[in-house]
């Protein structure tokens, strides 16, 4: 916490009565990227705007390299937002726009002009300099908006779904591309996004959100492969999640069926959720099988198959490379560290409550 | 085919109502009593009564345009900042007056402004002085404002509603304060609506002869009443349509003087 570039506490926020941020907690490390994400009403552009200052909350604070900033306007802030829908000006030049937050700091003529060179060039826009916002495509236009930004040299940028807005080739080029601009300005990253892909691939840390609250902080590999609650496991890629019993530590029945697992100290008897991704389960000859089944449904997906296996009432769902025609008698084999056991929650409300590292 | 059919009507109407009284306007603007061709009419602009009279026009619809987009830039901020049901209301309260009658709002003006009217009486009431308002200049200002004010609100509120907040917020987050993102990006954005505000009160105000009637007594003649005596007093068409076309010609080329420079405003901004 002590090394914490922004550091959100107790940040709560309501718009017309109804709760988006309730107590949130959150700290960012100097040049990390860090994600924000989660289903549109999760209170994640809010917690942005709140950053960028164009939000107070109603209590808490925003603390930025040690100082209170809860109550700076956007101006007085050393950090740089790049907007959903790149928020170019218009009525000015691509060289203009750049230079906007420089000449309102009354920088040098040469200063500028370098920095607009240098600013171009990292985004992969030389020459673009008396071009006009409107004769720009989606990408390119998203590539100034975050050369704007960043020849204010700011300490932290803000990117609120910079991407949503171009198509799906355009986008990975530019995840990239983000990534490459991250390592070379040292920077460091707050990122909103509602794609779990997206926030794969980029951050270094995730925070996944749902209904004003933090559901899980982790990397990517520990947020994917051991979510902590279903909403989690839900949201993040596509997942098989079944009501469970943990017998004693590490072994869990699963309808009906005993599967021998790694997790401990859950009790014994216990009831649980256990999450087993669609391309953990393996298709065996039934009688090898933990569990026997049916295939019922069959796509050709490109990179693999899914396939739809009913097994003991439930539906699993299957992603193999090696296809299994409808009807075909399977069984069904689950490596133990492929089986993510999470407590069950205790009420409807229990599922959105702050899971906290 | 078929849509060229539709319209049939309108160009049937605008040839009747628009194409060929205007051709007149122009054949009785080149031509004396005896048809034979003239430019005694279009130079009639400069004897000393229609000057004055021209240039007491431009001054008024100036004054006016001005005093108009002072009032219309803020109040069109405020509209266009309210969001939701309450903007709809208030933009209703500013419509209203135009879905009245022209004439009933200026002559309810001069029932006001009278040397006898409802605000004297009130003043004499109350053992203040009264105020001599009605057939000054300043009447003829006050009634162009009150009945143009609503056309340089509601081009400018467009173009604002247009302006994306984020591109505000962009501002703001760049560095610029209030007053610096209103100069640099505000303003800038909204000059189209400006503009066509300026046109929309600058023209009517220019030409206009009913509010000078009313509120102007005979004392103060713009170039709207001199045309309008020529055709309805005096019977002189040829005159009158001289003096026309010369208005026309003066608005036509403050527009396209004023598109110029919009052009250029767009490729070397602030």
């Not at chain 1, 072994?251 to 005993?258: H, Q, Y």
């Not at chain 1, 009807?327 to 009420?347: H, L, R």
């Not at chain 2, 005694?40 to 000393?48: D, K, Q």
């Not at chain 2, 209203?96 to 004439?103: A, I, S, Y």
């Amino acid at each position: 916490m002590k090394n914490a570039l922004v550091n959100l506490e107790n940040i709560t926020k309501s718009f017309d009565g109804q709760m988006i941020l309730d107590e949130l907690n959150l700290y960012i490390r100097e040049n990390e990227f860090l994600t924000l994400l989660g289903p549109s009403g999760c209170g994640k552009t809010t917690t942005l705007r709140i950053l960028g200052g164009f939000e107070k909350p109603d209590k808490g604070r925003v603390v930025f390299e040690g100082k209170d900033i809860t109550n700076l306007p956007p101006n007085k802030r050393n950090l740089n937002t790049v907007f959903q829908k790149y928020a170019l000006f218009t009525h000015m030049s691509i060289a203009e726009n750049i230079a906007f937050g420089l000449k309102i700091k009354n920088k040098s003529k040469a200063y500028i002009d370098d920095k607009i060179k240098y600013a171009l060039k990292l985004v992969n826009l030389d020459g673009f300099e008396n071009r006009m916002p409107d004769s720009l495509s989606g990408g390119q236009q998203q590539r100034i908006a975050i050369a704007r930004a960043i020849v204010n040299e700011p300490k932290l940028l803000l990117l609120d779904e910079p991407l949503g807005a171009l198509d799906l080739k355009l986008r990975q080029d530019m995840q990239y591309e983000l990534i490459r601009l991250k390592n070379e300005l040292g920077i460091t990253f707050i990122y909103v996004t509602h794609d779990q892909e997206e926030a794969l691939t980029m951050s270094d840390t995730i925070v996944v959100m749902n209904q004003g609250y933090i559901q899980q902080i982790g990397s990517p590999e520990r947020i994917y492969n051991e979510p902590e609650n279903a909403f989690v496991a839900d949201f993040i890629g596509d997942s098989n999640i079944i009501g469970a019993t943990m017998v004693r530590d590490r072994l869990v029945e699963i309808l009906g069926a005993r599967f021998a697992c790694v997790d401990e100290g859950f009790g014994e008897n216990k009831p649980v959720d256990v999450v087993i991704r669609p391309e953990d389960v393996e298709l065996v000859a039934p009688s090898d099988g933990t569990i026997q089944g049916v295939v019922t449904h069959l796509i050709f997906k490109g990179v693999h198959y899914e396939m739809e296996v009913t097994a003991n009432g439930y539906e699993w769902l299957v992603h193999s490379t090696r296809m299994h025609e409808v009807g075909t008698p399977v069984g069904i084999k689950v490596d133990p560290f492929n089986i993510q056991i999470m407590n069950k929650p205790e009420s409807e409300d229990e599922e959105a409550v702050g899971v906290n590292e | 085919m078929n849509k060229k059919l539709l319209s049939a009507p309108f160009l049937f109407w605008s040839a009747l109502f628009i194409i060929i009284p205007l051709c007149m306007v122009f054949y009785y603007g080149f031509t004396d009593k005896d048809g034979a061709f003239t430019l005694s009419n279009i130079m009639a602009i400069a004897t000393p009564e229609h000057s004055k009279a021209f240039f007491e026009a431009v001054k008024l619809s100036l004054l006016s345009t001005v005093i108009c987009f002072f009032l219309a830039y803020p109040l069109a901020m405020i509209l266009a900042n309210l969001k939701g049901k309450r903007s709809s209301l208030i933009a209703l309260i500013f419509i209203l007056p135009m879905w009245m009658n022209f004439l009933l709002r200026t002559l309810a003006w001069q029932t006001l402004l009278e040397k006898t009217g409802v605000i004297n009486s009130i003043l004499g009431f109350l053992g203040l002085p009264a105020l001599n308002i009605i057939n000054t200049p300043g009447a003829i200002v006050l009634g162009m404002v009150y009945n143009f004010l609503p056309f340089m609100v509601l081009p400018i509120y467009n173009v604002l509603c247009k302006i994306d907040v984020n591109v505000l917020n962009a501002a703001r987050d760049l560095g610029a304060n209030e007053a610096q993102a209103f100069l640099k990006v505000t303003l800038p954005l909204s000059v189209p609506g400006i503009i066509s505000g300026i046109t929309m009160v600058f023209v009517p105000a220019l030409t206009t002869f009913v509010i000078s009637t009313i509120l102007g007594g005979s004392k103060i003649l713009l170039i709207g009443n001199v045309i309008e005596q020529e055709f309805t007093q005096t019977g002189n068409w040829h005159l009158g349509s001289g003096l026309s076309i010369v208005l026309m010609m003066f608005i036509i080329f403050n527009m396209v003087i004023s598109a110029i420079t919009d052009k250029e405003g767009d490729t070397n901004a602030l």
